[in-house]
């Protein structure tokens, strides 16, 4: 039998009286206890003995390959991602809330779906988001506060992109209080504005929001979305001469709700240059439980 285990797992020679008894118990199918060593306190030691953990795979916690579902479980994991305009904030959303077991919602992604689908909501918010500017944050509260009330929620998300600004960040606590939810923190990812603007040249998306990097996970077939079969485009926002402008929004509006995070200790940093797992595991670092936090939570 194959096992998972957290994949910024490395061992070195101290580790192998540990690993062993773990070696053992895998090989008789007790899954129970094995949690997360921390990658701060142990390097990459297998190229001494690769054969010290022979049917050990680098994934998630440790799970059976059939389960396939390689989550960690939380408790109350409530956090906002933000960053620069194309700072991989839905990538790294989507990785994030797999590894977690919570829903990763996308606010921009909700906004072209009722754009997309020509609601009321949606006929408001368009002019604005084809500018690149930020809709009424009444009308994104609103939104937000429909998904969040969902059952899928109650014991953690990952909002992509919320709150971007002061008058978002006071409407979303009012949502958080009436919601009764509690331990809210922010993540960002800063990244190079030359770094940004690459990105952005590859990113092509279809009308139900489905996102694709024709460099990085091009779709099967060329300019076709994977799920639906529809056509891929580039967002208007995506355009050399509207990235700039977001980047003027980004500084103007999004850096004040920074600040006010980081003034209440609830905000974390992280530099989002490099591959998308390098950037994941940064994150992953930061927001994984502490191994005393998974044996307390067994």
Request: with cysteine.
């Amino acid at each position: 039998m194959e096992i998972k285990v957290d994949h910024h797992m490395y061992f070195l020679s101290s580790q192998k009286p540990r690993l062993d008894k773990l070696k053992a118990r895998c090989e008789q199918g007790d899954l129970s206890g094995l949690g997360n060593i921390s990658d701060k306190t142990v390097k990459s030691a297998q190229q001494e003995d690769p054969g010290l953990i022979p049917n050990i795979k680098m994934t998630g916690k440790a799970e059976k390959v059939e389960d396939k579902k390689e989550t960690i479980p939380v408790h109350n994991m409530f956090i906002g991602l933000t960053g620069s305009p194309g700072a991989g904030k839905s990538t790294q959303g989507r990785l994030l809330a797999a590894r977690y077991g919570i829903p990763h919602i996308s606010v921009g992604k909700l906004l072209r779906k009722e754009i997309a689908d020509k609601t009321t909501y949606g006929l408001l918010a368009e002019p604005y988001v084809k500018r690149g500017d930020l809709a009424p944050s009444n009308l994104v509260a609103a939104i937000v506060k429909n998904r969040l009330s969902n059952p899928d929620c109650k014991n953690g998300f990952l909002l992509d992109g919320y709150p971007r600004r002061m008058e978002d960040t006071k409407n979303f606590e009012g949502v958080m209080k009436e919601l009764e939810i509690k331990n809210f923190n922010l993540i960002g990812i800063r990244v190079k504005p030359d770094t940004v603007i690459e990105r952005l040249k590859y990113r092509r998306v279809c009308p139900k929001g489905h996102s694709y990097d024709l460099k990085n996970s091009p779709p099967k077939k060329p300019g076709i979305c994977d799920h639906d079969g529809l056509k891929l485009r580039q967002r208007a926002d995506d355009k050399p001469e509207t990235i700039k402008h977001r980047f003027g929004v980004y500084h103007n509006e999004t850096i004040p709700v920074i600040n006010y995070f980081k003034n209440k200790g609830l905000y974390k940093e992280i530099n989002g240059n490099g591959s998308i797992e390098q950037v994941n595991g940064k994150l992953t670092d930061i927001l994984d439980p502490k191994e005393e936090e998974v044996e307390k939570g067994n």
